[in-house]
């Protein structure tokens, strides 16, 4: 299951954040250990490249960095909260610079423009791009959720703090957004599935 | 990272027909979590301990320009107006025997001048009419010393 703790290796995030503040590197290191990965699939989700979700990673950490040192975090206890705060701020202000751009950045709208489209697709990849242009469909606010949920690995408490919703309403949205994305996934399972008989019949 | 469900996952127990999907998800986010490459923490690392010494430029903050500063506005702006003063001042200042540039229009205009500038005028139309046969003459002596001139140098030269 997803990463919910925000204590996996029993390391207390508050003393490495405090250490951190004060130049301490192995204590930034801690952090990084900590929560890089989380920011990294919480971007990845959303642009679904590696290489630009590596660059807003880098951006959000050096973000905190500076404001750490620079005495700016002031909300004890909160760190996770603002930490994904300022990620979904980052990969949302990203995602409004690429499609200003009109930059094609999902994976199989690049292989298509290169005309790779005819490669032969792992089934394990056909599965998991349904899922992710079924979570494309869900709207902004559940989607959120689920991110925040399952890229971030955050608890629905910490969740209700970053949104600012109450725990109830995060919930609900979950739960929703879970049901869609099901109904989705049997609709698309049961249109390939209408596909692959025609194509039988005509053979 | 493996990790565990936070303590509301208890209580918010997923509906029984959702806990697929949501299982589905979960995979999803390991898949994401775990497909940043092997030094991804390291590379991370070295990005951002210049931000935590506080040494390296720490973000692109677009550098602001003097002229965007009002005060710095407002002194270019006394700046530019005090030279144009200093300029028309010395410009317009009173030259030597009484006057700036529009000192000699001025005497010329006083009644002197203008007996000068009669004078001048009458002397021009004499040479002109008595003239056009010497301004021929004498152009014709220049051209001829010209070419002798130039035939003796080269014969010099040679």
């Known amino acids: 299951m997803g990463d919910r703790s925000s204590n996996p290796g029993c390391v207390d995030p508050s003393a490495l954040i405090r250490s951190a503040s004060k130049g301490d590197e192995s204590a930034w290191r801690g952090l990084l250990e900590l929560y890089g990965r989380r920011v990294f699939a919480m971007a990845k989700s959303r642009c679904r490249r590696d290489d630009l979700a590596e660059e807003i990673a880098q951006s959000v950490f050096v973000t905190v960095a500076t404001t750490l040192v620079q005495g700016g975090y002031t909300e004890q206890g909160k760190f996770e909260p603002w930490l994904f705060r300022v990620t979904m701020n980052r990969v949302r202000d990203e995602m409004r610079r690429i499609k200003r751009h009109a930059a094609p950045t999902d994976p199989h709208a690049l292989a298509q423009s290169n005309g790779a489209e005819d490669e032969p697709e792992r089934p394990e990849e056909s599965d998991v791009r349904a899922l992710r242009e079924a979570m494309g469909e869900l709207s902004e606010a559940d989607r959120q959720v689920v991110e925040l949920r399952h890229q971030g690995g955050l608890g629905f408490k910490e969740i209700a703090a970053i949104l600012e919703e109450p725990l109830g309403t995060v919930l609900a949205r979950h739960h929703r957004a879970l049901r869609k994305l099901k109904e989705r996934m049997e609709q698309g399972t049961a249109e390939v599935g209408k596909r692959v008989e025609s194509k039988g019949d005509r053979r | ?158």
Not at chain 2, 27 to 55: I, M, N, P, T, V
Not at chain 2, 99 to 106: E, I, N, R, T
Not at chain 2, 133 to 151: I, M, N, P, T, Y
């Open chain 2, 1 to 158: 990272m493996s990790g565990t469900h936070d303590e509301m996952d208890a209580v918010t127990e997923t509906p029984k027909e959702l806990r697929e999907m949501s299982a589905a998800l979960d995979r999803l986010g390991a898949r994401d979590r775990s497909s940043a490459r092997h030094d991804y923490e390291s590379q991370l690392f070295e990005a951002s301990r210049g931000a935590l010494a506080g040494s390296a430029p720490l973000k692109l903050v677009r550098p602001v320009s003097a002229v965007s500063r009002p005060w710095m506005r407002l002194a270019a702006a006394v700046a530019l107006v005090a030279g144009a003063g200093l300029i028309a001042s010395v410009w317009l200042a009173p030259r030597g025997g009484g006057g700036g540039v529009s000192a000699p229009v001025q005497q010329m205009t006083q009644s002197g001048g203008v007996d000068s500038i009669r004078a001048d005028l009458e002397e021009f139309l004499s040479v002109i009419e008595a003239g056009d046969s010497w301004s021929v003459a004498g152009a014709e002596q220049e051209q001829s010393r010209f070419w002798s001139d130039d035939l003796s140098i080269s014969e010099e030269s040679m």
